[in-house]
């Protein structure tokens, strides 16, 4: 099993800055990507970003020159940064890991509790 805990969302102004951190605790296994998801009210969720730990990382269109997606150093830690943020990035936003313990092997996949971002005057 596989713990995901998110933090550092809120309440934050139009301009302004905020970075969302996602732990994941348990037994991860080398291949494993991980991925913000938001969801709006009314909105169906949509991908934010996405970081694999080897391979190329992904961003949706509305927030590629926006938010930066990391790991830290044990490859248990991801991060969004958002800069520059927008009403419209109002949403609640979770953390999902999926993994495989080998290449042929069934997926797993977890998600964390979410946190909300609110951007407003």
């Known amino acids: 099993q596989v713990q995901l805990v998110e933090s550092g969302g809120g309440l934050v102004q139009p301009g302004g800055s905020l970075r969302l951190s996602c732990a994941a605790s348990g037994n991860i296994f080398y291949m494993n990507t991980m991925t913000w998801y938001r969801q709006a009210p009314g909105k169906e969720r949509e991908l934010v970003a996405s970081?694999?730990?080897?391979?190329?990382?992904d961003y949706a269109e509305a927030v590629k020159d926006r938010f930066a997606i990391s790991r830290d150093g044990a490859r248990k830690t991801a991060y969004l940064q958002m800069n520059s943020l927008k009403p419209e990035d109002t949403a609640v936003y979770s953390c999902?890991?999926?993994?495989?313990?080998?290449?042929?092997?069934?997926?797993?996949?977890?998600w964390g509790q979410g946190i909300q971002v609110t951007v407003s005057s």
């Open positions: 999902h890991l999926e993994q495989r313990r080998g290449p042929f092997d069934l997926k797993e996949e977890y």
């Open positions: 970081i694999p730990n080897r391979g190329s990382i």
